[in-house]
């Protein structure tokens, strides 16, 4: 019997490694276990579950992803500056990542590019934004 191919409703087990274009690792599965998602439920990007749709359980494959395809564009007027008074009281320091609570209750994070004694630039973009990405996967089953 052969096996099957991964459909856009499979559930999908496989491996994966992210990487910039210049091969530096941002992520990766392949030392580790694998991992399963539900393709069409929202685990994965649109544009990688599109890339493996159709790929055959044991094929091995890398794709490029350009900006708008990964994380989508950095987007300006999500860098905003932030009064220290609205910030946690604890040591913050460039290049830091914080957590900020909505008013709904739900948590975001945002870089701190620079920070002074009255306030901090943050940027909400996703740490990707705007870069181009390497995907590299595995597939290890599908069903």
């Known amino acids: 019997m052969s096996q099957p191919n991964v459909a856009a409703d499979s559930l ?11 091969g530096q690792p941002l992520l990766s599965t392949f030392e580790s276990t694998p991992a399963t998602l539900k393709l069409g439920a929202g685990e994965m990007l ?24 990964a994380f989508g564009p950095h ?3 999500l860098v905003e500056r932030v009064r220290r008074a609205h910030m946690p009281d604890e040591e913050i320091e460039p290049l830091s990542v914080m957590e ?3 008013p709904d209750g739900s ?6 590019r620079e920070i ?16 181009a990405i390497r995907l590299e996967v595995e597939i290890v089953g599908a069903a």
């Open 46 to 69: 649109p544009a990688m579950e599109r890339l493996i749709v159709g790929l055959p359980v044991g094929a091995r494959q890398t794709f490029e992803l350009a900006p708008d395809e």
């Open 75 to 77: 987007r300006p007027e």
């Open 116 to 131: 002074d004694a009255e306030s901090a630039l943050v940027d909400f973009n996703h740490p990707l934004a705007g870069k």
């Open 107 to 112: 948590k975001y994070s945002g870089l701190v």
């Open 100 to 102: 900020f609570l909505a």
């Open 12 to 22: 999908v087990t496989l491996h994966y490694r992210i990487t910039l274009p210049n």
